[in-house]
């Protein structure tokens, strides 16, 4: 088992940036894909980035693409999402995930574990 603890949100005006973070305890000896994934209120809940176990590849939702940054520290079992030029259509619970696979990242079902969230709130 993997528990996942997301931290980070918070309310931040347009344009502004905030860092999640998501640190992983328990099972960490093996290799995991993480992703990131939000649900706006009463939307479904949609991918936004995803990360290979090595960080070699990264993939991004378009809608982020330019703006947001996956990265991870393999050393603290720690996956980062770096939001910059937020907007308020960003406004969202954000969850993190992880994945014994490696591929099909941008796909709810290919995750095994995932986190409570964090609010990310954006005022225009």
């Known amino acids: 088992q993997v528990q996942l603890v997301e931290s980070g949100g918070g309310l931040v005006q347009a344009g502004g940036s905030l860092r999640l973070s998501c640190a992983a305890s328990g099972r960490t000896d093996r290799n995991y894909a993480m992703g990131w994934f939000r649900q706006p209120l009463g939307k479904q809940r949609e991918f936004v980035a995803a990360?290979?176990?090595?960080?070699?590849?990264?993939y991004y939702a378009d809608f982020v693409k330019g703006r947001f940054t996956i990265t991870r520290d393999n050393a603290k079992n720690t996956v980062y999402l770096q939001m910059n030029s937020l907007k308020p259509e960003d406004t969202a619970v954000y969850y993190c995930?992880?994945?014994?696979?490696?591929?099909?990242?941008?796909?709810?079902?290919?995750?095994?574990?995932w986190g409570q969230g964090t609010q990310v709130t954006v005022s225009s």
């Open positions: 990360i290979s176990w090595r960080g070699i590849r990264t």
């Open positions: 995930a992880a994945a014994e696979l490696d591929y099909r990242l941008e796909y709810k079902g290919t995750y095994n574990y």
